[in-house]
């Protein structure tokens, strides 16, 4: 059995006769419908993919304000403790120069 | 580029959409005899064509222009075909048995005489849409593109996006199935 030569014929006859070309009634229509919907689609499409752009953003600023509030937290609580020595310095400083001067 | 399809497409990117309503008109019969080639039920047809304009539609803003926009919709046509060959690749077993009477008897006559002129064409197109339908999508993509619409490698290889030794690769890995499908049609006593 010669199958390429097979082969040969049924490409012959399946190239004798192209596929129809016609098409259904007011198919463009139906096409133009279709883009009209997915402009409508698209517009939640471009909310939602500029939600997830500014997702890494917001979270990177959300971690920059996490990082700045707890060091700031940190150096207020140290400033707090230098206040404190400062006044106690400020108000003892007349009795510790009397202290000196006797 | 033709200038009424440059005009309508420079219309379609300046947001007016129902320019492409006669780009659409324009191109469909060629693309409904693409999407025959591939699907046989005329449902899917209908969803590959609408899927190609679609598709052509949202990426237009791709097209610079360079080629003929029927060359630019022809590529993006071959590409969802092939798409749909590869989600519908199931089912793809040997299985025969709808081969009709006129079918054996086109390869019944081939048998005896492989010089005879077959009469039957029809018979002929029926076995080759069946042997196609069994073969993976890149073989039964290039067979079709290469042997029945008589395209060449060069232009195969710009309408699928494949290098030049890929499609002969694959035209020959191809034809090689093909030839196995067809063996196994006549062990199984078609013919």
């Known amino acids: ?102 | 580029m033709d200038i009424n399809d440059a005009e309508q497409i420079a219309a379609v990117r300046g947001g007016d959409a129902a320019s492409f309503e006669p780009l659409v008109k324009k191109y469909q019969p060629r693309i409904f005899a693409t999407a025959r080639r591939y699907a046989r039920r005329e449902s899917e047809v209908e969803d590959i064509v609408q899927e190609v304009f679609i598709k052509a539609y949202q990426k237009l803003a791709s097209y610079r222009g360079e080629a003929p926009f029927e060359h630019w919709l022809m590529r993006l046509a071959v590409r969802t075909c092939y798409d749909f060959l590869r989600a519908h690749q199931r089912n793809r077993e040997i299985n025969f048995s709808d081969v009709t009477t006129e079918e054996t008897n086109w390869l019944e006559q081939f048998v005896a005489d492989p010089s005879s002129r077959n009469e039957s064409a029809a018979a002929a197109r029926e076995i080759v849409a069946k042997v196609l339908a069994k073969l993976t999508p890149p073989a039964r993509l290039i067979l079709t593109l290469l042997e029945i619409e008589d395209r060449s490698v060069k232009e195969i290889s710009r309408l699928t996006g494949w290098s030049v030794p890929l499609v002969k690769v694959r035209a020959f890995r191809a034809r090689a199935e093909m030839r196995k499908v067809l063996e196994k049609m006549i062990r199984k006593g078609y013919v």
């Not at chain 1, 198919?27 to 883009?35: D, H, L």
């Not at chain 1, 517009?43 to 990177?60: E, F, K, Q, S, Y």
């Open chain 1, 1 to 102: 059995m010669n199958t390429l030569e097979l082969q040969k014929k049924l490409f012959a006859a399946a190239r004798s006769t192209p596929p129809r070309n016609d098409v259904p009634y007011a198919f463009e229509k139906r096409i133009m419908a279709r883009i009209a919907k997915e402009a409508l689609v698209d517009v939640w499409t471009l909310w939602g993919r500029l939600l997830w752009r500014a997702a890494a953003p917001c979270v990177a600023l959300m971690l920059a304000l996490t990082v700045w509030a707890m060091v700031s937290s940190q150096s207020a609580s140290r400033n707090t403790d230098n206040l404190a020595v400062a006044l106690e310095d400020q108000v003892m400083a007349p009795l510790a120069r009397l202290e000196e001067s006797w």
